[in-house]
């Protein structure tokens, strides 16, 4: 039986019984937090041998001979650019490699475009009168904070199973105001859906009425699956070809939640056209990024296969992880009509829907009782989600003991809130 169907003073008795389990967790001093997607320490130790002094202390030249201890090569050495090509699918030539930060390549993106225009024979989006990105949701909040800080406004894409509504991006791509959209295509945050190959072949056929029109096609979870076999994402540029639109595309990744956040590297891939602009700025930012470690990640890897090999042991950590949670969603709010969640094969995030004005209360029952939540609105431009609904949910950094008191406490704080809710 639902909530709703619930008799009144059955459903004001049960209100009554689950406030009284709550005041109990508050009693128990819980520090617990559920806020964002970081790898847990078992992640970041099975990397360690990343920092193997004895790889590169006999030889740190790359496979040309240049000594990647010096300046230079800001575009990333050829051996580190071909092993993302081999795993992105794409020629080496279309690659360039950078930090451990590919926030910080699409903040640049940005901020290049907003002074500079997206290349010759553009003017910068600063000069225009009206500059929109398009934005699924829910989404990724970096993307809003980058947005919001260049003061671009964000037009909201529903979301579906599939990807971003394709009715709706067709019908807004038809106003020239529209530059661009930021995306998460495979195992999307927050909600863990990978695009339909329906989608990709979609998105790369829009005939967008901005010449300048770019997407940030931000694939982080691109080798990120949490059960066997994963998903396949359709190969952007390879559908995009079909209808002379790679100019319109970006992509993004890193080795982030691979090896270690603080220490990797980021990678982008682009049309000739795309990498030639962005290597021209690159020529006055930069004299060089971390070389030594785009060899100490070639050197461990070797090649796609090492990767996918390596993702396998980030994969045994985090599965059991994101089991205890979706059980714990099911066992304690299923059939009950008043939650619905993503059981997503890879990424970093669960998603989780309540009843409509309902998560800012969640999030805040949690906190006063330990569990730090992502803020309810995160997964929305400017942080206003307009139903008040969805709260996003990382499993990974917690120890599983921690994840499993963390989650029944959520579930608890649900189930409080949509009965407040139904009492009016």
């Keep these: 039986m639902t909530y709703k169907e619930l008799p009144v003073e059955q459903r004001h008795a049960l209100l009554n019984q689950l406030r009284g389990d709550y005041i109990a967790c508050q009693t128990r001093g819980l520090k617990l937090d559920m806020s964002r997607g ?3 320490k078992e992640q970041l130790d099975i990397s360690m041998d990343l920092l193997n002094a004895g790889m590169i202390a006999n030889n740190a030249c790359d496979s040309t001979g240049f000594d990647t201890r010096n300046y230079g090569v800001p575009d990333g050495i050829p051996e580190c650019r071909a092993l993302f090509a081999e795993l992105l699918e794409i020629s080496a030539e279309n690659v360039l490699v950078f930090g451990n930060s590919s926030l910080n390549i699409m903040y640049d993106l940005i901020s290049q475009y907003w002074i500079h225009g997206t290349g010759a024979g553009t003017k910068p989006w600063s000069l225009k009168r009206a500059v929109k990105v398009l934005c699924p949701v829910p989404g990724y909040d970096r993307h809003f904070a980058i947005l919001e800080h260049f003061g671009i406004e964000m037009v909201p894409v529903p979301t579906n199973s599939e990807g971003p509504d394709l009715h709706v991006l067709a019908e807004l791509v038809a106003d020239p105001a529209v530059k661009g959209m930021f995306c998460v295509p495979k195992y999307s945050n927050p909600t863990g859906i990978t695009f339909s190959d329906e989608t990709v072949c979609a998105i790369a056929a829009l005939t967008p009425a901005a010449t300048d029109f770019r997407v940030i096609w931000d694939n982080a979870y691109c080798v990120h699956d949490v059960r066997e076999g994963g998903e396949k994402l ?3 540029f390879a559908e995009a070809a079909k209808h002379g639109h790679e100019e319109y595309f970006i992509e993004v990744t890193s080795t ?8 990797g590297v980021s990678v982008l891939a682009a049309s000739k056209a795309n990498v030639a602009a962005i290597k021209a700025r690159l020529a006055v930012q930069t004299i060089g990024h971390d ?3 785009q060899l100490r990640h070639v050197r461990y890897f070797k090649n796609a296969a090492g990767i ?6 980030h994969r045994a950590i985090l599965e059991p992880k994101f089991d205890a949670v979706l059980a714990s969603l099911e066992r304690n709010l299923g059939g009950l009509g008043i939650a619905e969640w993503t059981n997503p094969r890879g990424g970093y995030f669960i ?9 800012k209360r969640v999030g805040e029952l949690c906190k006063e009782a330990g569990v730090v939540l992502t803020p309810s609105g995160a997964t929305y431009p400017k942080g206003i989600d307009p139903k008040d609904r969805n709260i996003r949910i990382a499993p990974t950094l917690p120890p599983i003991h921690e994840l499993e008191t963390a989650a029944e406490l959520l579930c608890l ?9 139904l009492e009016g």
């Design 38 to 40: 970081k790898p847990c």
């Design 234 to 236: 359709l190969n952007i």
């Design 256 to 263: 982030s939640k691979i090896t270690f956040p603080g220490a």
């Design 291 to 293: 070389k030594l470690n």
């Design 308 to 313: 996918l090999a390596h993702m396998q042991k």
């Design 351 to 359: 998603s989780l829907d309540v009843p409509e004005r309902c998560a």
């Design 413 to 421: 704080c649900v189930k409080i809130a949509a009965l407040e809710r």
